[in-house]
């Protein structure tokens, strides 16, 4: 088993800067991706970012593009989301997830999952 523990969430004003963290416990593999997903009541979880874990490779949506950063700590099993020029439809729960390899885009390739962090930005 795998878990995932995400932090750093809050509210914030539009423009503003914050810094998601992921932490990873339990039987974790370096040769995994990890990714952020995020989801609004009533609509589809939507891909965010994605880091293959062993590279350092980067992968991002179209709409965080130049607004968004995936990182990771090799030393402590991190990975962190710095989240910059925020916007109110950037308002969501945000995950993050793992994966053993597949399309980072879909949601079905990660086969572990935090419960969440809550990201609300005021306009």
């Known amino acids: 088993q795998v878990q995932l523990v995400e932090s ?3 509210m914030v004003q539009a423009g503003d800067s914050l810094r998601l963290s992921c932490a990873a416990s339990g039987r974790t593999f370096s040769s995994y991706s990890m990714g952020w997903f995020r989801q609004v009541p009533g609509k589809e979880r939507e891909f965010v970012a994605a880091i293959v874990w062993s590279s350092g490779t980067t992968h991002y949506a179209d709409s965080v593009k130049g607004r968004f950063t995936i990182s990771r700590d ?3 099993k991190m990975v962190y989301l710095e989240m910059n020029s925020l916007k109110s439809e950037d308002t969501a ?10 399309i980072l885009y879909y949601y079905n390739s990660y086969s572990y999952w935090g419960q969440g962090t809550q990201v609300t930005v005021s306009s």
Do not use: E
């Open 74 to 76: 090799n030393a402590k």
């Open 93 to 102: 729960v945000y995950y993050c997830a793992s994966s053993p390899g597949g």
């Open 8 to 10: 750093g969430g809050g």
